[in-house]
C-alpha cells in the first residue's frame, strides 16, 4: 500500500522554479504536534507573563503603601517626642507655680506612674501580648498631659482670689544675660576651694538695667564689701530679693516698687569677676533657689 504524501508547492514571487517539498502523514502529524505544543507553551507563557506583571502591581502598590506607612509612622514618633517635650515644658512650669503658690497637696507635680499590683500579678500564667512602643508612649504621654492639665486646673482656683500673693511672688529674670553660676554647691572663683552659692550670677553688659521681680518695698539699699552695691526688697510674707554688684542704685529705702521697676544698674561693685548681677531670694531669711520662682521664658 503506497504512503500517503502531502505536498507544499513553494512559488517564488521572482523567477525562478517552485519547489515541492513531500511530506509523508507522520511527519504532518509530527509537525502538527510540535506547533500546537510550541502554541501552547506560548499561551501558558503569556498568562504568566500577565499574572505575574499584575502580581509586580500589586507588589508596587504595596511597597509604595509600605514606605507612606513608615513615613506616617516616623511624623508620628516625631510629634509624639514633641508633645512629651511640651508636656515637661508644662510640667516644669507647673512645678514652678507650685512653688510660688506653696501649695502642700500637691506640693510638687510627679510623673504619671502606671504600676502593677502585688507578686501574684508577675507570677500569672497568661501571656501578655506585645503592645505597639508608639502606641503606649502616645497613652502615657496623654495621661501625662492630663495631670498636667488637672494641676494647673487647680492651680488657676487657687490663684484666683490670690493676686496680691502672685503680684508679691517674685517671677522674673532681674535682668537679660545668661546663668554663669547657680544656685547651690560650687568651686570658688577666687579660693578654688568648695563652697556654696546661694544665688544665681546672671552675667550682662554693664549698665544694663535691673529689674524688681515682684511687687514689695525697698528695706535696704548700702555697699556691702563682698555684694558692692546691693539693694534688698520685702515682699511680704517672709519673702525678700537680693541685688548684688549694681553700678548705681535707682531706688531708696522705703520706697514701694512694683515688678518690672527699674532699682539699679548692672556693674562689677564688690567682689566680682566681671560685669553681673548676683541675685538672691530669702525664705523667712534663708536662701532658696530662685530659679524655682521664675515662670518667665
Known amino acids: 500500500m503506497a504512503k500517503k504524501l502531502f505536498s507544499v508547492i513553494l512559488v517564488p514571487h521572482h523567477r525562478g522554479k517552485s519547489k515541492t517539498i513531500s511530506l509523508t502523514e507522520k511527519k504532518v502529524k509530527l509537525l502538527v504536534g510540535i506547533g500546537s505544543f510550541a502554541i501552547l507553551l506560548l499561551f501558558i507563557f503569556l498568562i504568566d507573563y ?10 508596587r502598590a504595596l511597597q509604595d503603601e509600605y514606605n507612606l506607612q513608615k513615613q506616617n509612622i516616623t511624623t508620628y514618633k516625631l510629634s509624639i517626642n514633641k508633645l512629651e517635650q511640651r508636656i515637661q515644658d508644662f510640667e516644669n512650669y507647673a512645678k514652678k507655680i507650685n512653688v510660688m503658690a506653696g501649695l502642700k ?6 510623673e504619671v506612674g502606671v504600676g502593677g499590683g502585688g507578686r501574684g500579678d508577675y507570677q500569672s500564667s497568661v501571656p501578655i501580648p506585645p503592645q505597639d512602643t508608639g502606641l503606649m508612649k502616645a497613652r502615657d504621654a496623654s ?28 517671677s522674673i529674670w532681674p535682668t537679660n544675660g545668661w546663668t554663669t553660676s547657680g544656685f547651690g554647691p ?65 531706688v531708696k529705702v522705703g520706697q514701694k516698687i512694683k515688678r518690672w521697676d527699674v532699682i539699679g544698674y548692672v ?12 541675685y538672691e531670694v530669702r525664705k523667712n531669711g534663708k536662701a532658696v533657689n530662685p530659679w524655682n520662682y521664675i515662670i518667665e521664658e
Do not use: W
Not at 560650687?186 to 544665688?199: A, M, V, W
Not at 514689695?216 to 555684694?227: D, L, M, R, T
Open 50 to 59: 500577565f499574572t505575574m506583571n499584575v502580581v509586580r502591581q500589586k507588589y
Open 105 to 110: 497637696s500637691p506640693e510638687v507635680l510627679r
Open 143 to 170: 495621661r501625662k498631659a492630663a495631670g498636667v492639665d488637672r494641676n494647673l486646673n487647680t492651680l488657676v482656683r487657687f490663684f484666683e482670689d490670690k493676686t496680691i500673693q502672685l503680684a508679691t511672688t517674685p
Open 186 to 250: 560650687r568651686t570658688d572663683p577666687f579660693t578654688g576651694k568648695d563652697g556654696f552659692h546661694y544665688g544665681l550670677d546672671i552675667a550682662t553688659n554693664p549698665g544694663n538695667p535691673v529689674h524688681a521681680t515682684a511687687d514689695g518695698q525697698v528695706i535696704s539699699v548700702k555697699f556691702e564689701k563682698i555684694g558692692g552695691n546691693t539693694v534688698i526688697l520685702n515682699h511680704g510674707g517672709g519673702v525678700t530679693t537680693v541685688y548684688c554688684h549694681l553700678s548705681k542704685f535707682n
Open 267 to 278: 556693674g562689677q561693685t564688690g567682689k566680682a569677676l566681671g560685669p553681673h548681677v548676683h
